[in-house]
């Protein structure tokens, strides 16, 4: 694959006000298409915000592909991207907070649902037990949403059935359970590249204004980026070295 460009969505959620951070999401998608991102990645649970639970609860939680989605599907396929959007889902009687893999061509190829759930804004969710890299555009990704992060079984699992780059999507801001060299470690012990989409904002019990998203290797932070604002983070990609040809974000402020 030649080198290309890729995009964080480093947004900021409302809890529970699901129609507007689906909004969001699709401008902040349209936008990083328009300038040229081949990859667009969102933050953990960008659909409904981490704290959602204590505000509508979960009985609008759906199987997915729900009729929003398959919308949304439909729009990747206009755009001819790769996305990898965050939302939870429902299978029988679980929840899982799970992230899709969406083709150029509008299907869902893949998906990950989130292993380490064990908080008090998680309580809703069951763990997933499946890690399977998903080959996208000839590219074989591991990934992990946030917490996943913590110890080192579940990337190292990744790296070992051939994962080649993993993404992680998060909602993890600084404080007393906040992020403590977990990214770095698990980049430095497989020897793959880390790429972190994190939010911004605030919710009821927790601050994301300085949360990072973060591109790493070797157990360094290349890139990083907080903002007090909904942003499009773009940066150009060497799918062949894995490595970004970029030195900084470009930084996109939009609405939201």
């Not at 990083?32 to 509508?56: C, K």
């Not at 037990?129 to 555009?137: E, F, I, R, T, Y």
């Not at 698990?186 to 020897?191: A, F, I, M, N, Y």
Request: glycine fraction near 8%.
């Amino acid at each position: 694959m030649k080198p290309g460009k890729i995009a964080l969505l480093h947004l900021a959620m409302v809890p529970g006000d699901i129609d507007r951070n689906k909004q969001v999401i699709v401008e902040a998608v349209k936008h990083a298409a328009a300038v040229g991102a081949q990859w667009i990645i969102t933050p953990e649970l960008a659909i409904s915000g981490l704290q959602f639970a204590q505000v509508i609860g979960t009985d609008w939680i759906r199987p997915q592909p729900d009729a929003w989605m398959q919308e949304f599907c439909r729009l990747v396929k206009s755009l001819k991207r790769t996305v990898f959007l965050c939302c939870p889902e429902r299978e029988l009687h679980k929840l899982y907070n799970s992230v899709f893999v969406i083709s150029p061509d509008g299907a869902i190829i893949g998906k990950h649902r989130k292993i380490h759930v064990a908080s008090d804004s998680l309580s809703w969710s069951s763990p997933g037990d499946s890690l399977v890299p998903v080959h996208c555009d000839g590219i074989r990704v591991g990934m992990l949403i946030c917490s996943d992060m913590y110890t080192a079984n579940i990337a190292g699992t990744l790296q070992a059935k051939g994962a080649q780059l993993l993404i992680s999507p998060a909602s993890w801001g600084p404080g007393i359970h906040g992020p403590n060299g977990e990214w770095e470690a698990r980049s430095k012990e497989t020897g793959l590249p880390v790429i972190v989409c994190n939010r911004t904002g605030a919710e009821r019990t927790l601050d994301f204004w300085k949360a990072p998203s973060l591109v790493l290797k070797k157990g360094e932070r290349l890139l990083s980026h907080t903002s007090d604002r909904t942003a499009v983070l773009t940066f150009d990609w060497d799918f062949g070295t894995m490595l970004p040809l970029s030195t900084v974000y470009r930084a996109s402020y939009i609405r939201g």
